[in-house]
């Protein structure tokens, strides 16, 4: 099969005045299209009866795993993301990260001192592990908790092209941004 560009969950101008129209577009239309077009192309040669991004996520072909990762990511991200606010974590979950973080203020602290560590282009990802724990992640490119068995409940893009058109080099500020726009009925709904 051929993979298609999934729908955005909302207008790609609905996120402003967080995240511009045209930084959205270009991230959405631009770069995830691009990697589902190279994806295309690369299973026309090598493995056209695939049927689902989850099981090229393990492909010998690296090429193969690392775009069907950074496609399944980008799509994954965009649901992480809501224009509509006041959205709030489940009665379950945010007793967690009140355990885990100490309170919702402190898992955003948290989160965004994580990501501003992190080296290079990446994702940064709240997951539980294996033993259950809520964790803050950070993973390097297009590489992705599902790969390794996780299920993530978030999911942030970490490129320089999530961020970059409307904050050049400071990520402090889209790291800010982010953390209002987080859609935690999402969230907690990969909870489970
Ligand atoms: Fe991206």
Known sequence: MRFELPALPYDR????????????DAHYSGYHLACIQRLNTRLECLNPTADSLEEL?????????????EVWNHAFYWHCLTPW??????????????????SLAGFHQAFKTSALAHIGSGWIWL??????QLTIITTNDGQAPLAQGIKPLIGIDLWEHAWYLDFQNNRDAYLDAISTLINWDFVTLNNG
């Open 127 to 132: 997951i539980r592990n294996h033993d259950g």
């Open 13 to 24: 101008h609905s996120l402003e005045p967080h995240l511009s129209a045209a930084m959205v």
């Open 57 to 69: 996520l393990d492909s010998t072909d690296d090429e193969i795993a690392y775009l069907a990762a």
């Open 85 to 102: 606010g006041n959205t709030t974590p489940a009665a379950e979950l945010k007793a967690d990260i009140d355990g885990a973080f100490g």
